[in-house]
């Protein structure tokens, strides 16, 4: 009898549990809980959402709702279980967390083909198939371990990420595409400001509101490389006019004229469809992002598809370590899934776990992996996460940003991402998994 270990249970590690042994294969699930628990966690059960019941929107024409709706078409165990503990929360799926994670145990426990070992894992086997679905804070000595497997700098314990644009809600008859000097490519926008707009910036920037980090997110130590755009501005009004919004090199094509200063994006994946605000990783709450951040010109009209965060997250460099199966490149029996293989968000987890669990059961028995098509929301996120062009990676969560676009532009924004979500759900009809 075939057998393969997954370490970890949690959402990811669950589904992957779940996806295998739904396909005959023996499942050892190594849970560390309760020998030993992280500080986010409170219970001994499986798949425990610790900050928050809203698995977020329900419909199927926004992202959120798009991802469930084809984990559902995969056989997703959470979201069945979702489904059955879910509570009143307007246009979102919630749920009653401890309800949540007590069925997803039991049902779990009660599989047949599922045999848990509740033990701190330090090692990958070498002579199995293994899933790695150890999370956000996974133990220290494990991270050891993958950091050797995945060549030693690969691996990062702490994401300090930017907000991500669509290009399309860009105003380029204000930004404009150039690189220092005319040197390189011209994978940067660049958003002009004079010296008006860059004071009233700087002013909302340094009196808007942060988020409260847990004592478990705080960073031992803020480098200079990440420091929240909001802090380091509060060091005086030129600190970040001297640093990511530094003008020299750049002139503005309306005036013919260096501005007083600029904010940069970088493009951030090979379409070419979503780009990055260089420099502006920061801890302020998300409204807060888009209000401030609005204020820079060009974009005033942004669609952000992720917004900043700074917290403590165990993840690999994909983009270079994974391929599209969700396997090491260098290791095709080791498969990655959840926050670890670089996805953000509790059922962008759980998508993953159920990917790598299908492939992993492929590379088992013999069969072809499961490389859903990059205009599915599944299919779009791994793909991004695997993308060998994605450089300076952070993780990333379901936004209709990652999707390929339509033949036909649609302005309509609620329009448009309907006509994504029928895209994709055509796709699933009469498919078996």
Known sequence: MNKVKVLGAGLAGCEAAWQLANRGIKVTLVEMKPIKRTPAHKSDDFAELVCSNSLKAARIDSAAGLLKEEMRRLGSVCLSVADDCSVAAGG?????????????????????????????????????????????????????????????????????????????????????SASRYGKGTDDYINCPMNKEEYTAFHNALISAESAPLKEFDKPLTVYEGCMPIEVLAKRGEDSIRFGPLKPVGLTDPRTGHRPWAVVQL?????????????????????????????????????????YGVMHRNTFINSPQLLGTDLSLKSNGQVFFAGQLSGVEGYMESAASGIVAGINAAARILGEEPLILPQFTMIGALLSYICDPSVKNFQPM????????????????????????????LNWFISKEF
């Open 397 to 424: 969560g379901a936004n209709f940003g990652v999707l390929p676009p339509l033949e036909k532009k649609i302005k309509d924004k609620k329009e448009r991402y309907a006509v994504f979500s029928q895209r994709s």
């Open 266 to 306: 970088r493009r951030e994946n090979s379409a070419g469809s979503l780009y990055n605000i260089v420099g502006f990783q920061t801890n302020l709450k998300f409204p807060e992002q888009k209000r401030v951040f609005s204020m820079i010109p060009g974009l005033e009209n942004a669609e952000f598809m992720r």
């Open 92 to 176: 979102a799926l919630a749920v009653d967390r401890e309800i949540f994670a007590k069925l997803i145990t039991e049902k779990i426990k009660a599989h047949p083909n599922i045999e848990v070992m509740n033990e701190v894992a330090t090692s990958i086997p070498n002579d199995t198939v293994c899933v790695v679905a150890t999370g956000p804070l996974t133990d220290s000595c494990l991270a050891e371990e993958i950091s050797k497997l995945c060549d030693g700098g690969n691996l990062s314990f702490y994401d300090a990420a930017a907000p991500i644009v669509t290009k399309e809600s860009i105003n380029m008859d204000i930004a404009f």
